[in-house]
């Protein structure tokens, strides 16, 4: 059980184009789902928390602008990065929480190139 | 400000050999602590969950141990493939985690 998917595992995109990843809880529903950005040999680094169906809270620092984040079910979270540049190139990942439960379960990581 | 120190950075032993993975935190009201494993390029796997002083848990050859200021990760008689970046995060009064840099384990046959 606690199985988060995320599609597509790797993205290689042109520099000013948008990318869309998804995250989805396959076999429960997420109340709250987290996207994190993890840069070579460093920890991860919370973006942003969303819940369902409200607006997603962003860490300081991170721009809502460019970072969209949208949960419009309890088992799909999206995150689109608009106008993609070089030093958004990292490692995405995203984790959910169930409605009964504290532990975050983390997706497999989408790793974006902006050339 | 909640922050999470994890040592050593690396860690090299023999198959067979055991040691101890270490997480200090300070935080202002702790509601649980979370081990985790990562491998390369891969999303971190969930390993446990300790919510207070004394509590240990305990999987295959992995136990986790928590204190007020300290939590261990005891690796008994590891093998190759529990090579891995071990992460140990914290969370406080909101339901956010705050990770610590991990400890990149390294098991030699």
């Known amino acids: 059980g606690a199985v988060v998917s995320q599609h597509p595992s790797w993205v290689i995109c042109k520099s000013g184009t948008s990318v869309k990843i998804e995250c989805r809880s396959l076999d429960f529903q997420a109340t709250t789902m987290f996207w994190y950005r993890q840069f070579p040999k460093q920890s991860l680094m919370l973006m942003a928390t969303?819940?369902?169906?409200?607006?997603?809270?962003?860490e300081q620092g991170v721009e809502k602008d460019k970072f969209l984040i949208n949960h419009a079910s309890l088992t799909l979270s999206t995150l689109t990065v608009t106008s993609a540049h070089p030093e958004d190139s990292s490692f995405y990942i995203c984790s959910a929480r169930a409605m009964t439960s504290n532990e975050q379960f983390f997706g497999p990581g989408t790793r974006l190139t902006v050339l | 400000e909640d922050q999470v120190t994890q040592s050593p950075e690396a860690l090299r032993l023999q198959e067979g050999e055991s040691s101890s993975l270490n997480c200090s935190y300070t935080v202002s009201g702790l509601r649980g602590l979370f081990w985790y494993r990562q491998d390369p390029g891969k999303g971190p796997e969930f390993l446990f969950t300790?919510?207070?002083a004394g509590e240990e848990k305990e999987k295959e050859r992995l136990k986790a141990t928590l204190t007020k200021k300290e939590s261990f990760l005891h690796i008994t008689a590891p093998k190759p493939e529990d090579s891995a970046t071990y992460l140990c995060a914290v969370q406080a009064r909101s339901e956010k985690l705050v990770f610590g840099k991990g400890t990149k384990l390294t098991v030699n046959p």
């Open positions: 969303s819940n369902e169906g409200s607006k997603a809270t962003y």
């Open positions: 300790l919510y207070s």
